[in-house]
T-cell receptor, first 114, second 108 residues
Framework: EAQVTQNPRYLITVTGKKLTVTCSQN?????MSWYRQDPGLGLRQIYY???????DKGDVPEGYKVSRKEKRNFPLILESPSPNQTSLYFC?????????????FGPGTRLTVL | GQNIDQPTEMTATEGAIVQINCTYQ??????LFWYQQHAGEAPTFLSYNVLDGLEEKGRFSSFLSRSKGYSYLLLKELQMKDSASYLC?????????FGPGTRLSVLP
C-alpha cells in the first residue's frame, strides 16, 4: 500500500531533550516536506527536500533540523525542544516538487513539550 | 510576501450547497489544491486547478481565476460526514503554501 508513515504518533517530552520524528514513504517520491499545524495558523512548512541530499528551509525552520540521506526517509530533528514547538506535525511527499501532483500526508505526530 | 485567506468557519444544513472561498497572493503559481481534513487526521486531497475555470468531481467542484487570485470549493448535497476543515493550498516555486483552513459544520 502506498503510504507515508511517521513515528511516533504521540510524544510528550521535556524542554531541551533532543528528539527525532521519523518519516518514510514507499512511493519513490523525490519531494518531501515537514509541516506544523497550530490552531488558527493552518499548515506551515518547516523544511522541504527536492531530492536526496538537497534540503531547504520553509517558512518556520527555527529550532528544527532535517536530513535526506535516502530517498524514502526524511527525519525531523529537534535538538533542544521548547514549549512553543508543541504542535501537530505532518510529513508529506509528492513525485517531483510543487506541480500537478498532490502531496500525500503521513498520519501526523502530536508533540507536547513541557 | 505570500498570503492565502479563507473564512474561518462556516455552517450549512444537510442536503444544502456551500461555497468556500479562497484568495491568494503568492510569489509563484503552479496550481491550487483543496484538501479536506477531519479533526486530528491528515489532510486528504480533494481537487486541483491549474487553468481558469471549473473542475467537477462528483459532489465537489473547484473553480479558479488566476487573474483575480481567487478560488472556491463548492460542495453539493451536503452530508454530515462533510463536517471538516477545508484547506486551500497553492504550489509555486519550490514549495506549497497553505491557507488557515475553513471549518465547516453541517447541521441536520
Amino acid at each position: 500500500e502506498a503510504q507515508v508513515t511517521q513515528n511516533p504518533r504521540y510524544l510528550i517530552t521535556v524542554t531541551g531533550k533532543k528528539l527525532t520524528v521519523t518519516c518514510s514513504q514507499n512511493m519513490n517520491h523525490e519531494y518531501m516536506s515537514w509541516y506544523r499545524q497550530d490552531p488558527g495558523l493552518g499548515l506551515r512548512q518547516i523544511y522541504y527536500s527536492m531530492n536526496v541530499e538537497v534540503t531547504d528551509k520553509g517558512d518556520v525552520p527555527e529550532g528544527y533540523k532535517v536530513s535526506r540521506k535516502e530517498k524514502r526517509n526524511f527525519p525531523l530533528i529537534l535538538e533542544s525542544p521548547s514549549p512553543n514547538q508543541t504542535s501537530l506535525y505532518f510529513c508529506a511527499s509528492t513525485t517531483s516538487g510543487p506541480s500537478a501532483d498532490t502531496q500525500y500526508f503521513g498520519p501526523g505526530t502530536r508533540l507536547t513539550v513541557l | 510576501g505570500q498570503n492565502i485567506d479563507q473564512p474561518t468557519e462556516m455552517t450549512a444544513t444537510e442536503g444544502a450547497i456551500v461555497q468556500i472561498n479562497c484568495t491568494y497572493q503568492t510569489s509563484g503559481f503552479n496550481g491550487l489544491f483543496w484538501y479536506q481534513q477531519h479533526a486530528g487526521e491528515a489532510p486528504t486531497f480533494l481537487s486541483y486547478n491549474v487553468l481558469d475555470g471549473l473542475e467537477e468531481k462528483g459532489r465537489f467542484s473547484s473553480f479558479l481565476s488566476r487573474s483575480k487570485g481567487y478560488s472556491y470549493l463548492l460542495l453539493k448535497e451536503l452530508q454530515m460526514k462533510d463536517s471538516a476543515s477545508y484547506l486551500c493550498a497553492v504550489s509555486g516555486g519550490q514549495n506549497f503554501v497553505f491557507g488557515p483552513g475553513t471549518r465547516l459544520s453541517v447541521l441536520p
